[in-house]
């Protein structure tokens, strides 16, 4: 018999360690481990974590074998393993109806359970007495499930258990918009079952998916049938919520070492290594102690001043926690597992040595790491005074499961026992090493062959859609509608993904469907949603956006290949010619680089083998699912849908038998657009318009509602009617809101001898409209007297609804590019853009709140959290007054925000709240400045801006970048009819063609400004906000001196330099308060004010001190309660001044002086700083006219206006203000304030 060996001596030593702390502990029916001996549930995180060291520790024996009883040992290991995994899946499996009413709801009372009765794996609390939901738990499960399935364990055994796994999928897919109670099962650190997104579940969530995607679950004896599909586009959500959040864990707590667990071990889940060392940086120099690592700062769990006898914190009661939170060993065993595979030596013996020195020694001598060290009751004032200094005492758990097993499955890797890729066979670990560069492929396809001749004409050579036969391209939508089918399980009753939008990553891969090869065209491009892809230049930009996307978050192996077709949407008007913005495109393409981004264009088969392939066998012959038998899936999706960007099979399948896949296909792209049934305008001359002159659209909807008993509320933001030939219908004012007057009752409706509209006469006027709105006006009418589905029985034609027609206007009104009808007419169909749910989570999930409809509330809606896409879709347009084209522009501008805030996240720095009806007013604003025109003008102006045009002026506002819009001319042959205007930016020597004229004029005033803002106070190297130039106004500041040529008072060319240079700084501050841009360290200051006086009064609103005794400074929900005080102001000039006077303030709170009053009454120091500045203007010869004074706020507008810097700047007032308001509080010296 061979002699024992020294390993084998100590894999012996640790096996017993096992039994005796973890495999004593599971239930031989369930495999099930139970928390303790004293808590007999199983929590699903935990048993999956501490089934970790028995999984290793078989590899182990496996791998070092002196003896067969050595292999039996390991199979007997591994076994139980495999019996837990299958524990927890029953558990899950068992309440099947859970994840399915999940997928749809993201709701905490239809989460699986976090724990489950050991013995029999049913539930042990109800659905509402626990925070059940914790995605990360779950995701972890997934993890594992991958790597053992990858490590040869086999755990799953039959196709439904498959399904119900793809079904897990699609539950943790939405993870980054998904608020949870996270790893600590609390929620917000107050303890009052407050859910909030949590960076440990996205992270581990987006580890759980990269890692089970493609994998199949039967191992080396699996099929296609068996293999788990994941959405690339869902796991780039998670990255890039992930990095958003970091190293910031939740808005309740600024850091967390639950993190650990996510940019190391087992997640691996963050690519930048910088990020993941300044998390790490950030874990160890604020939660580290001498027993392990707190959880997260003002943690009261098991700490002396904690209250046993409930289970919810009082808000100021946090701050009893500070500096006595218990310290946790099993961070150390997290760092030790980080160190050995970063490959770190001295972290894993230093963090080693550290561990020995807590563990407790049970009996036998056995190692036991303890749950938690706590501060011995008699020691908690002395730990207050000198933090880590009191020696504290294990309690909780003993030994802690969880902990005790990444402790031995640190040893064994430490010791070499086990390598760092046999725990880790997926190579997670290798997440931060260098990614090679993307060269993204793009097959350039014609629609049709005139369109290929076109491009031949310019050296463009492409093939046409129905040349690339056998490949079918197809657009995205199909692609949503199959995926629909994956999942699938009838005896489960489980219906699959749910139809949602697929991104550029999840369309530039190359699919084979039952053994066909499938390309599918980018979402971006299809027009039957929404209008953004009815603009070539918008298509253009976001061709130009996703290929950058695309080089940035491809992951998979093999090349992206993006389908990009060119159809008759893209030729100019006539379809003589491509688009000029196409055409560039395509040269920039053929050119090699986009945007920064490597292409390469060709043949579409020619890029089939370096293609990255997926087979989606779901779909394959003999599978149970019928593709034709439930089309709820088809029916749910409008059919106007389907109006655009089909690719009949007929053009490119030559087979005359079609299977049951094209005939699914053939029925999803049908459409019911090509019967033209509205009439065409009426162009004879002299032709009067349908109504009056005097009634805008808002009219005709007041009387109609009036008529059918409707009130209609009264805003400030009116219905748009775009200026169709001549202007004949008063516009929508986003400018001024002022009171209008009740519309004439008679708009010379044909009547009935009831006196009543007659509707069918009405209907009949369609034929003699001069113009598309005039058709609209009466079609609107209709609408709301009849609905959409009334059949309007137009010239002895049945089955024409409102609707029909309305579809057919809108594609008219597409064709000649008319924005502002687009716009209304989309209002009416109630069109959504089909990623507006995916925008608004982007935003929210990055931090930011937004708001629809303008202030105060309640009218301007908060939204503060994900919304199902109807709800959105209702809030808008309740916050909107019902203004249609106003809630139209809305989605627009919430659209173009999260491309923005994907793309250029620094473009929103400190912005907390993103104020959409703000925005929208000031955007009209800015039109109204520079173009010289009124506000409906300009209103009017805003709403006929093609959708790049609205982009571009939203990115100006964002960036600070001074820009200029100018009035252009359209060509002569253009049918659009829509005011043209040019948007640009401006370089240091002008602005428009107009300035450059007097260029040389404006030299020296310019180079005053340049010198202004660099010594501005706040702006830190930026503008405040962007410049809109005109052709009449300088890119100079208020004057900061009164005196002078440029005095208010002077006379003649001085006058008029004082005209041009006016309102620039109230431009500025309207701008930024719109938009909250705040300083940078903005809330911190604000923190530390609150710390020396009882709170601060912000328009009638107190910021309580007491908000830092729940909050820490570096909490992102205490930056949105500052927030939440400040959007109280509806005057956005306002509330920057109320911005800049609490920088001020902060001065003075960073001296040495323990207070600086009780309630500090902001409005009175900026009021103060007013009265100063009017008495200075006062003194130097100021009229009354220049020192008017805003009714609203009682502040002067050129109090406003004035430049921060300078003697005569709103520092030197407010900093008079706030010295004169504190002085009682201040040290005396013998300086005097001057």
Known sequence: MRSRSNSGVRLDGYARLVQQTILCHQNPVTGLLSASKEQKDAWVRDNVYSILAVWGLGMAYRKNADRDEDKAKAYELEQSVVK???????????????????????STKDCLHAKYNTSTCSTVVGDDQWGH???????????????????????????????????????????????????WERGDKTNQGIAELNGSSVGMAKAALEAIDELDLFGAHGGPKSVIHVLPDEVEHCQSILCSMLPRASTSKEIDSGLLSVISFPAFAVENMDLVNVTKNEIITKLQGRHGCCRFLRDGYKTPREDPNRLHYDPAELKLFENIECEWPIFWTYLILDGIFNGDQVQVQEYRDALEGILIRGKHGIRLVPELYAVPPDKVEEEYRNPHTVDRVPAGKLPHMWGQ??????????????????????????????????????SILAETKDIQTLLQKYGIKVETIAEVHPIQVQPARILSHIYVKLGNSKKLKLSGRPYRHIGVLGTSKVYVIRNRIYTFIPQFIDQHHFYLALDNRMIAEMLRTELA????????????????????????????????????????????????????????????????????????LGCDDQLLVDEEDCDSIDNDEYQHGGYPQDDINKDNVKDELDQYIQHLLQSTAPKSHLPPICQTPGQHHVFSAEHTTRDILSMVAKAKGLEVPKVSMYLPSANVLKKHRKS???????????????????RDRHGNVDCQSLAEQLKECPTLQDQADILYI??????????????????????????????????????????????????????????????????????????????????????????????IYEASGQDISIAVLTQEIMVYLAMYVRSQPSLFGDMLRLRIGLIIQVMATELTRSLHCSGEEASESLMNLSPSDMKNLLHHILSGKEFGVERSVRPMESSATSPAISIHEVGHTGATKTERTGIIRLKSEMKQLDDQMTQSFFFSGQSIGSN?????????????????????????????????RQGQWLRRRRLDGAINRVPMGFYQKVWKILQKCHGLSIDGYVLPSSTTREMTVGEIKFAVHVESVLNHVPQPEYRQLLVEAILVLTLVADMEVQSIGGIIHIDRIIHIANDLFRQDQKAHGASEYFLEQDPATGICNLFYDSAPSGGFGTMTYLSKAVATYVQDFLPNTSCQMQ
Request: proline residues 6%; negative net charge; glycine residues 8%.
């Open 732 to 750: 929508l004012n986003l400018v001024d809101a002022q009171p209008r007057k009740d519309p004439d009752s008679d708009l010379h409706l044909p």
């Open 549 to 620: 996307y695309l080089t940035s978050c491809w992951r998979m192996t093999g090349r992206p290949t993006l389908t990009f077709p060119i159809t008759h949407s893209m030729l100019t008007e006539g379809g003589t010619d491509i688009d000029p913005a196409i055409l560039a495109t395509l040269r920039k393409l053929q050119d090699g680089y986009l945007g920064g981004a490597r292409v390469q264009t060709g043949k579409l088969s020619s890029f089939l083998t370096t293609s990255f392939h997926t087979e989606l066998s779901f779909l394959d």
């Open 782 to 875: 209709l609408y709301v007297i009849k609905g959409p589905d009334w059949d309007m029985n137009l010239s002895g034609q049945y089955g024409v609804t409102v609707h029909c027609l309305l579809s057919e206007l809108y594609c008219q009104a597409g064709i000649n590019q008319e924005w502002g009808l687009i716009r209304y007419i989309s209002g009416m169909l109630h069109k959504r853009v089909e990623v507006l749910a995916e925008a608004c989570t982007d935003l929210i999930s990055h931090q930011k709140q937004l708001t629809v409809g303008l202030p105060p509330e309640p009218r301007e809606k908060v939204i503060a959290a994900p919304l199902p896409p109807e709800q959105l879709n209702n809030l």
């Open 405 to 442: 097993s990444l402790y031995i499955l640190g040893s064994l890797l430490a010791e070499g026992f086990l390598a760092a890729g046999e725990i880790d066979p997926l190579n997670r670990r290798f997440s931060t090493s260098f990614k090679p560069d993307v060269v993204v492929q793009v």
């Open 133 to 183: 939901l914790q995605v990360d738990a779950t995701s972890l499960y997934l993890l594992y499930l991958a790597q053992m399935t990858a490590a040869g364990l086999r755990i799953i055994s039959n196709l439904d258990e498959v399904a119900f796994v793809q079904n897990l999928v699609f539950y943790i897919e939405a993870a980054y918009k998904v608020a949870d109670y996270g790893m």
């Open 1028 to 1060: 809109v130039t005109s052709p009449r106004s300088t890119r100079c500041s208020s004057p900061s001196s009164p005196s002078g040529t440029m005095s208010p008072t002077g006379l003649g060319g001085a006058h008029m330099n004082w005209d041009e």
């Open 84 to 106: 837990l995994m299958q524990g927890l899946l029953q558990c899950m499996m068992r309440q099947v109806d859970k994840v399915e009413k999940f997928k749809h709801t993201q």
